[in-house]
């Protein structure tokens, strides 16, 4: 088929995740933010209510944040962490997240985002039993509904099957497995089925953000925990969206009681000014490759920019921001606000089918009558941005500067959105 004229002549940049026919001529173009508000190229003022792809955790356009980037810069851009090499950047950022870790002692692996440490944090997973010796522990199990990113390991155990399909394989990378979103018993039966002797690790977010907003039921993550424990399989938390305070404590294992062995993170560990992320690994996995001897192995992973100085400086500057502001209670806070607002929403309106929050994170899920595209679009005219997830359903994760002001303004424009379409 040949495409339309019109659309061959788009734009040079090809958009993420698009259906590229469908956004032509309708992109959202943005020049500038401040705060939790963004504007537009044709002179629009949004609230953010999305905080972007949920990392703009501190505000946008902070001069702290753009002066130690430019300190940074100006005296090294970077120098990579390969081999005897490291720089005193990223020597410091990983002592702090080390010191406010939730896995005790840790070892710290820094790259450049959230796929990138889904990655790394597979392939450790793999390597560490195969130097075990218990080669055939391979399999990487995950949730139903789960985005751990799009890279080769994040497309392949992806629980959105769309992200997965179209490479010719069920998984780009072999030997990978769902289990359900909620059902421990089933999952039980999968890992019995599968057998734990071909199961390497497990990764679940603590609140699955793309796949719906879902936040685990009581006991939940525990319970998975305890069962991975049973059957010697790797926990992987993947703390990308819900690490650095989204869930009200600085980490969601905290909030949650679990202790992963290893985790993964990044949005907020910069608030999005630099393109940074990472796992932190516990001692049963790092110590083997930390010996002191000749036949020590070695694991085969790095990049450039791992350890990237300037990134790093940035995170540094972020940290600062977050705990001098304290802004993880604040989003603690928020979560209680906004979940009284919604709750109350959800009692008024035919339209919303349930809503779900969990730290400053927020879904309201509506009934079939209604068209979460559509509410989206409708909000975005009336200057708030929100995002249609899976199932129907509205993201709300604002910066956690977001005033009690600005809150009550969202949440009007949701509730009024929803009366019109309501015809009431
Ligand atoms: N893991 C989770 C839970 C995410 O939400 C995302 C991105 O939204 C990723 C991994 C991938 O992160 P990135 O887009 O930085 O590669």
Known sequence: MTPDPTVLAGPALWPAQAHVPSVLGRQIVIERGQGSYIWTADGRKLFDATAGLWHANIGHSRPELARAAADQMTRLETYHIFGRFANDQALALAERLAAMSPIPDPKIILNSGGSDAIDVACKLARRHWQREGRTTKTTILSREFAYHGLHAFGTSIGGLDFNREGYGTESLVPETARIPLHDLDTTAAIIAEIGADNIGALVTEPVQGTGGVNPPKEGYLTRLAKLCQDNDILLILDEVITGFGRTGTMFAAERFGVAPDLLTFAKGVTSGYAPLGGVLVSPRIWQPFYVDSDTT???????????????????????????????????????????????????????????????????????????????????????????????????????????????????AAIDDTLADLEGR
Do not use: K
Not at 354 to 369: H, K, M, S
Not at 387 to 404: E, H, K, M, V, Y
């Open 297 to 411: 192995p070695v694991f085969r992973h790095g990049a450039t920019y791992a350890g990237h100085a300037t990134a790093a400086a940035v995170a540094m500057a972020n940290l600062d921001i977050l705990e001098r502001e304290g802004l993880v209670e604040r989003a603690g806070q928020l979560e209680i606000q906004l979940e009284t607002a919604l709750q109350d929403i959800a009692r008024r309106r035919d339209s919303v089918r349930e809503v779900r929050v969990c730290g400053f994170l927020g879904g309201i899920a509506l009934t079939d009558r209604y068209d979460a595209v559509a509410v989206t679009d409708t909000l975005i005219g009336r200057g708030f941005v929100v995002r249609p997830l899976r199932g129907n359903t509205l993201q709300l994760s604002p910066p956690f500067i977001t005033t009690d002001d600005e809150l009550a303004l969202l949440v």
